[in-house]
């Protein structure tokens, strides 16, 4: 071990929700310096035999909404230092207030633990369309905001400050590789949403954002999480349909700009040294088949 990586304070991490982002984050944890273990939470048990193929510790965790595990099972996945939280609401599939129970089982569990500092993975879909740039203080309280069981959620888990740090991270949409804008709209006809500009992260960047808050140190504070440049929709779906031979869309040309708004990235950017790997939303890397 070199000397530097010698001096770097090795961590337990654990990440609840191990889903596609959670997968890139751990492959990136097993590799750093930074990490002693990486314990990864899933619903199916099918995929524990792929958390022991990758090297984590995999832990069966149904939140229905409360933790269905034995209580052995339960607190060996919260012993851990830093404890990323990827469990975004499944609305449409559960009746109103799942997610908040969900939500308030993992804060106990984490009130009953050593965890030290918690990365909550929050989303940009909070904020409602200003038709302006808007930024982390425009959305504080539920009723500020369009999608309120994730506010309250957020709020929830910052309850937990000031005995842990804290971290909220409000991601833009989450993209790159088999995740493809042009995939969702081939052929749709008269779109009128063309003129929107996006609010977009490519998964490489939401995980190499995650592992430097790990690195350099979490902060009790709310950052949103999108790649600098906001192109249009059209552009976007139509060079992504371009590069894979998809049909493309078409657009209307509406009487009126469609409300929408621009995310600012700029309260992270400000807080951490980090240099995006995907800036523009039109030079993001896409592919049929996932690599993860």
């Not at 937990?160 to 590789?177: A, D, K, N, Q």
């Not at 929408?260 to 896409?286: G, V």
Request: with cysteine.
């Amino acid at each position: 071990m070199s000397g530097e990586a010698s001096k770097i304070e090795k961590k337990r991490i654990s990440i609840l929700g191990c889903g596609w982002l959670g997968i890139a984050l751990a492959q990136r944890l097993l590799v750093d310096p930074i990490t002693s273990v990486v314990k990864a939470s899933t619903t199916s048990e099918g995929k524990l035999a792929d958390f022991e193929r990758r090297g984590l510790e995999g832990f069966l965790l149904p939140l229905t909404p409360g933790f269905h595990a034995e209580s052995d099972v339960v607190k060996d996945f919260f012993n851990t230092d830093s404890l990323v939280i990827s469990l975004p609401p499944r609305s449409g599939k559960n009746e109103p207030g799942f997610y908040t129970k969900q939500i308030e089982a993992v804060v106990e569990a984490v009130r009953n633990s050593p965890v030290k500092e918690v990365i909550f993975i929050s989303s940009t879909s909070i904020y409602p369309d200003l038709n302006r740039v808007v930024t982390e203080e425009d959305v504080t309280l539920p009723e500020h905001s369009p999608a309120q069981e994730m506010v309250l959620a957020e709020k929830l888990i910052e309850s937990l400050r000031p005995e842990r740090t804290v971290s909220i991270l409000r991601f833009g949409g989450l993209l790159g590789y088999n995740r493809i804008p042009g995939k969702y709209v081939q052929g749709q006809k008269d779109m009128s949403t063309g003129e929107i500009p996006v609010n977009y992260i490519h998964r490489d960047d939401g995980a190499a954002v995650i592992l430097t808050m790990l690195k350099l140190g979490v902060k009790n504070e709310t950052f949103n999480i999108v790649a600098p440049s906001h192109p249009p929709r059209k552009a976007v779906y139509l060079d992504t349909c371009g590069q894979f031979g998809w049909e493309a869309p078409t657009f209307l040309s509406p009487a009126t700009q469609p409300d929408f708004k621009i995310i600012s990235n700029e309260k992270f950017t400000q807080n951490f040294a980090y240099e995006f790997l995907y800036p523009d939303p039109l030079r993001f890397l896409y592919m049929l088949e996932d690599t993860v």
